[in-house]
Nanobody, 124 residues
């Protein structure tokens, strides 16, 4: 089992940047593929980005490609989401999640463990 704690959210103007961090505790962090997902008010949760266990493969939803970068440091049990060129439509609660099963990265239901979330608000 793994516990996840996000940090780094906040209020930023459109065009600005934020870096989210997710610290994991528990055993065998490198066993888990890691993802960032988000939920905006009144909307369903959606996949944002994911990274493989080794960090060698990454996945992004189309709306953030070229703007967001996911990475991980297995030595420090941490995963990051660098968000640049932020837009008001990026406003949401962002969740870090860990995936054990070999299911699709793109579905929130594929993830087994979740953090509590961190709010990102982008003003226009």
């Amino acid at each position: 089992q793994v516990q996840l704690v996000e940090s780094g959210g906040g209020l930023v103007q459109a065009g600005g940047s934020l870096r989210l961090s997710c610290a994991a505790s528990g055993r065998d962090f490198s066993r888990y593929a890691m993802g960032w997902l988000r939920q905006a008010p009144g909307k369903e949760g959606e996949f944002v980005a994911a990274v493989s266990q080794s960090g060698g493969v990454t996945y992004y939803t189309d709306s953030v490609k070229g703007r967001f970068t996911i990475s991980r440091d297995n030595a420090k049990n941490t995963v990051f989401l660098q968000m640049n060129s932020l837009k008001p439509e990026d406003t949401a609660v962002y969740y870090c999640a860990a995936k054990v099963r070999g299911s699709s990265y793109y579905y929130p239901s594929s993830y087994d463990y979740w953090g509590q979330g961190t709010q990102v608000t982008v003003s226009s």
